[in-house]
């Protein structure tokens, strides 16, 4: 497509007379030609005189095409820019009620398709598009939007599958942040209701398509978290809705949701739209589901699995007592056969035998000793005698009664050591003693099998309460108990189609009505037909 501005084919313009500058308001003939002269204009007039020309010239309507090039947005939140080829440049500018109306970010470089009109700005005695409309050349907008702020998203680091929290296992309060009238939040209750009845659910009832949805959304999502704990506490949010086009779901594009739902605590289940549509809020969520049915699925787990873990958890920790049972009974076998404790007085025979066996030794040493003292005693009286020696006999004899002594205090000690080490053994025999570990290898068992009994009792009553109150609420909600309450069910006898409307009875219709303990069949007269004997 060639870098230049395309027009619509308009009705043809009626052709005006030219301008006479004479006629333009305020216009003053010159003094030096006032016989005919030219006439003078203003430079304000000359700018009117251009813009009406320009507006009466070209259509009020034209398709430009070129690439963005200055630009910028001021305060007032207009944006100026200019649109540029390889020949030329055109200024542009887009006031403020049609900037708030875009969806996608203009940049430098962007090529994009302007809509609108040429006007003369008279003060500077420029031309400008008045640009209506804004697009991007060979995408949408609203594609072009979303990956603008996927992109943006992504620098951020809010796209990474690290920030995603994962979801809790049993739930017991989750909020759902959804249109009341839609859809989706039948298909969740239903889902809800069928997998998990006990669960408690929220509604925030928001907009989910058109102006101001998506500040409603993250409004919801910042009144969840901020009021959870008075509510609480809530485990888990699903925010979505259920399908439709591009424009329906932008409201999840949007980047207020997208930051909503990153500053939540709570982790959150996006679910916009069918399996194939992607939002931004699948992409910042903590879990993306296909559908609003599939996120009730996801964050609900069936009852029934839940009773069937807890009877397989039981069945484990019966097995698991039985077999510790089995391992500290074989234990306890074990160690009573082994040697210290199948004969614990052999270990206080071979002490004894021990200190016999020393006991003799020393008498043996101590009469050696004895028979070597006496000896070298005999020899020196003989010496003495021989030498008639008073004073060497006194040294003599004081010698022999020290080493008496000495030998008296050493067998003492010997035998008062044996006497100790014998005690010892017989203290450390008495604290092992095998009927005393016995018995307390006993009462600690006897104490583990009291404490897993009374657990197991307490998860069994536990268990039995949450199924009977289960089966209280399957009752309540069971259509024979709606029978008992006085209602009763009428189908039609051939078919056994269920009749629901007053419409559905014809003359002759055999029916079969559904009490509650029972049924009988009855023929049908047609209501709207009148009977010759009905009263008026």
């Known amino acids: 497509m060639p870098n230049t501005c395309s027009r619509r084919t308009n009705p043809p313009v009626e052709q005006r007379p030219l301008f006479d500058p004479g006629r333009a308001r305020g216009a003053k003939k010159s003094p030096a030609v006032l016989g005919g002269g030219p006439t003078t204009l203003r430079v304000s007039q000359v700018n009117?005189?251009?813009?009406?020309?320009?507006?009466?010239?070209?259509?009020?309507?034209?398709?430009?095409?070129?690439?963005?090039?200055?630009?910028?947005?001021?305060?007032?939140?207009?944006?100026?820019?200019?649109?540029?080829?390889?020949?030329?440049?055109?200024?542009?500018?887009?006031?403020?009620?049609?900037?708030?109306?875009?969806?996608?970010?203009?940049?430098?470089?962007?090529?994009?398709?302007?809509?609108?009109?040429?006007?003369?700005?008279?003060?500077?005695?420029?031309?400008?598009?008045?640009?209506?409309?804004?697009?991007?050349?060979?995408?949408?907008?609203?594609?072009?939007a979303f990956r603008q702020l996927r992109e943006k998203l992504e620098a951020e680091g809010l796209l990474d599958a690290a920030r995603r929290r994962p979801l809790p296992k049993l739930p017991r309060r989750i909020a759902v942040v959804t249109s009341e009238a839609g859809a989706a939040l039948r298909d969740i209750l239903t889902t809800l209701a069928r997998r998990f009845p006990k669960l408690e659910v929220l509604v925030f009832p928001v907009r989910v398509q058109g102006e101001g949805a998506a500040a409603e959304i993250a409004a919801a999502i910042r009144l969840m978290n901020v009021h959870a704990a008075r509510l609480g506490g809530i485990d888990a949010a699903i925010?979505?809705?259920?399908?439709?086009?591009?424009?329906?779901?932008?409201?999840?594009?949007?980047?207020?949701?997208?930051?909503?739902?990153?500053?939540?605590?709570?982790?959150?289940?996006?679910?916009?739209?069918?399996?194939?549509?992607?939002?931004?809020?699948?992409?910042?969520?903590?879990?993306?589901?296909?559908?609003?049915?599939?996120?009730?699925?996801?964050?609900?787990?069936?009852?029934?699995?839940?009773?069937?873990?807890?009877?397989?958890?039981?069945?484990?920790?019966?097995?698991?007592?039985?077999?510790?049972?089995?391992?500290?009974?074989?234990?306890?076998?074990?160690?009573?056969?082994?040697?210290?404790l199948a004969r614990p007085l052999a270990a206080v025979a071979h002490a004894r035998q021990r200190l016999d066996e020393l006991f003799t030794?020393?008498?043996?040493?101590?009469?050696?000793?004895?028979?070597?003292?006496?000896?070298?005693?005999?020899?020196?009286?003989?010496?003495?005698?021989?030498?008639?020696?008073?004073?060497?006999?006194?040294?003599?004899?004081?010698?022999?009664?020290?080493?008496v002594h000495r030998v008296r205090d050493q067998a003492a000690f010997m035998q008062r050591r044996g006497e100790r080490r014998l005690h010892a053994v017989h203290t450390r025999l008495h604290a092992v003693a095998p009927r005393l570990q016995a018995r307390i290898f006993r009462e600690q068992l006897d104490q583990m099998e009291r404490r897993l009994r009374a657990a197991m009792s307490r998860l069994a009553d536990a268990r039995r309460r949450q199924l009977s109150l289960t089966c209280h609420a399957l009752d309540a909600a069971s259509p024979q108990s709606v029978l008992r309450r006085g209602y009763s069910l009428t189908r039609d006898a051939k078919t056994g189609r269920v009749l629901r409307s007053i419409a559905e009875i014809r003359d002759g219709l055999r029916v079969r009505t559904q009490l509650s303990d029972g049924e009988f069949s009855s023929t049908a007269e047609d209501p709207r037909q009148p009977r010759l004997f009905d009263p008026p």
């Not at 398709?113 to 003060?123: H, K, S």
């Not at 009469?367 to 003495?384: F, I, K, S, V």
């Open 239 to 340: 925010v979505g809705r259920g399908g439709g086009s591009l424009e329906d779901l932008w409201a999840f594009n949007e980047e207020i949701v997208a930051r909503a739902i990153v500053a939540s605590e709570i982790p959150i289940i996006s679910a916009v739209g069918h399996e194939v549509d992607v939002s931004i809020s699948d992409l910042v969520a903590d879990v993306r589901a296909a559908t609003p049915t599939a996120a009730a699925e996801l964050i609900a787990p069936p009852l029934t699995d839940l009773v069937e873990s807890i009877e397989r958890q039981a069945a484990r920790a019966r097995a698991a007592i039985r077999v510790a049972h089995s391992q500290r009974t074989a234990a306890l076998r074990e160690i009573g056969r082994r040697w210290p």
């Open 361 to 403: 030794l020393k008498r043996l040493t101590l009469a050696r000793a004895m028979r070597a003292a006496r000896d070298r005693l005999h020899r020196c009286e003989a010496r003495l005698w021989r030498r008639q020696s008073t004073a060497a006999l006194a040294r003599m004899s004081q010698r022999i009664a020290i080493f």
């Open 48 to 144: 009117e005189l251009v813009r009406g020309a320009i507006e009466s010239q070209l259509p009020s309507t034209l398709h430009v095409f070129g690439e963005i090039g200055d630009f910028s947005r001021a305060a007032s939140g207009h944006i100026y820019f200019t649109l540029k080829d390889a020949q030329a440049e055109l200024r542009c500018v887009l006031w403020r009620s049609a900037a708030a109306k875009l969806k996608f970010q203009p940049t430098v470089g962007l090529e994009v398709i302007a809509t609108g009109g040429i006007e003369v700005y008279v003060p500077r005695g420029t031309y400008q598009l008045v640009v209506t409309r804004l697009e991007p050349r060979g995408i949408g907008a609203l594609e072009l």
